[in-house]
């Protein structure tokens, strides 16, 4: 199993990036996606997750409104809208897929996923 994220880099506050994570080795339609951060200094924090159907979606406070995160199961890749980026998203970005069947609060956990990205930073300049 691989996830590969991609899509990181250096962008201005208020500008956009669109992560991308492609995946292989599993069968993607089965899975829920996540996308973790780490900030330098700090832990690793949760930021989106989505269900297998793409019917239910979780974001972190500090990213609603301004992330989403679309899955595409005929590519097997989810990915991470970001908008209206500010300094404090600088983070490296990681995507993780899930195979468990959890309430929708359990997916902020690390815990509940079974495969990881090798991560893509993103720097956000002021």
């Known amino acids: 199993v691989q996830l590969q994220a991609s899509g990181g880099g250096l962008v201005q506050a208020g500008g956009s990036l669109r992560l991308s994570c492609a995946t292989s080795g599993l069968t993607f339609s089965t899975y829920a996606m996540g996308w973790f951060r780490q900030a330098p200094g700090k832990e690793r924090e949760f930021v989106a997750a989505i269900s297998r159907n793409a019917g239910n979606t979780r974001y972190a406070e500090s990213v609603k409104g301004r992330f989403t995160i679309p899955r595409d199961d005929a590519r097997n890749t989810v990915y991470l809208q970001t908008n209206s980026l500010k300094p404090e998203d600088t983070a490296v970005y990681y995507c993780?897929?899930?195979?468990?069947?959890?309430?929708?609060?359990?997916?902020?956990?690390?815990?509940?996923?079974?495969?990881w990205g090798q991560g893509t930073l993103v720097t956000v300049s002021s």
């Open positions: 993780a897929s899930s195979s468990g069947y959890y309430s929708a609060n359990d997916y902020y956990r690390e815990s509940r996923y079974d495969y």
